[in-house]
């Protein structure tokens, strides 16, 4: 699944080449992945600029002027790509944007279906706070964004008694973070991800903030990580996978202490960890 640096890498690039374009036509190739406004989107999206492109964690906004907005989750396998408008459709393409002036259109394509777009036509709707969706899909409100919560909010969320690797994946709690940038930031503070956070030390809670910082900028600067389907928006793969330390290392050694790498089942998830770098104490 697409995690933050992989949003925020197609998020940029978008930015940079759309950013005031106008939309000149808006093709929907298959209904049910538009989970809110698909009535509306291509009738009010056509003939309007788009003012900018963002996200918070995992979530995309496109936003248009005057008024509207498409949000759109990659769930596991969808792809943002820009690609010449005359290029082959492959399988599983379900929305096209073509915008004015371009020889390229941008495509929605998600062979798994677990994301989806959704699209508000009231300029008052924050894409990332809590908006209606066609019922089985509502967007849920998400917490602060991981690459930017400052420490004071990061310590009061890691109060709770829940283990520390599921509060790191709660998009509600936290916004960005999954399974790939949960254990290589663990990893890197030296903490279990079956830890409660609420036994963390002062320390230790700096450390993860500084660990999770810097595991996605790292990210980011490599264009993010791809295991199978992510390509960022040229059609190209990440390579941060390379820079893993423990991520998908099932039984390598370990680069800081020489001990094999595990993997166990945390927070219902697959987890790697370190058995010595990151030992789980338990309280007497």
């Known amino acids: 699944m697409p995690e933050l640096p992989e949003v925020h890498t197609i998020a940029t690039r978008l930015q940079t080449e759309l950013r005031d374009a106008r939309v000149s036509s808006l093709r929907v190739l298959r209904d049910d992945v538009i989970h809110h406004g698909g009535r509306e989107l291509a009738a009010c999206a056509v003939g309007r600029t788009i003012a900018s492109i963002d996200r918070r964690g995992k979530r995309l906004a496109i936003r248009l002027s005057p008024h509207g907005v498409v949000v759109i989750h990659l769930g596991m396998s969808g792809r943002l790509t820009l690609d010449p408008w005359d290029a082959p459709l492959l399988s599983h393409t379900h929305v096209c944007i073509r915008c004015e002036g371009r020889e390229d259109e941008l495509r929605f394509r998600d062979p798994r279906r677990f994301g989806g777009i959704w699209y508000y036509e009231d300029p008052e709707t924050d894409p990332f706070s809590c908006a209606e969706g066609d019922g089985e899909r509502d967007l849920a409100p998400l917490g602060p964004d991981a690459l930017d919560i400052g420490l004071p909010r990061f310590r009061e969320i890691l109060r709770r008694r829940r283990q520390v690797k599921a509060l790191l994946l709660d998009q509600h709690a936290i916004s960005g973070l999954g399974n790939i940038y949960c254990d290589e930031a663990l990893y890197r503070a ?95």
Do not use: M, W
């Open 190 to 284: 030296g903490i279990h991800p079956g830890t409660p956070a609420c036994r963390l030390s002062d320390a230790q809670v700096r450390k993860l903030a500084a660990a999770i910082r810097s595991t996605l900028k790292s990210a980011i600067a490599f264009g993010g990580s791809t295991l199978r389907e992510y390509r960022n928006a040229d059609g190209q793969a990440g390579t941060f996978q390379k820079l893993h330390r423990v991520y998908g290392r099932e039984g390598e050694r370990c680069g800081r202490c020489g001990r094999t790498i595990a993997r166990s089942i945390v927070a219902g998830r697959s987890t790697h960890t370190c058995p010595g770098c990151q030992k789980r104490r338990v309280r007497r």
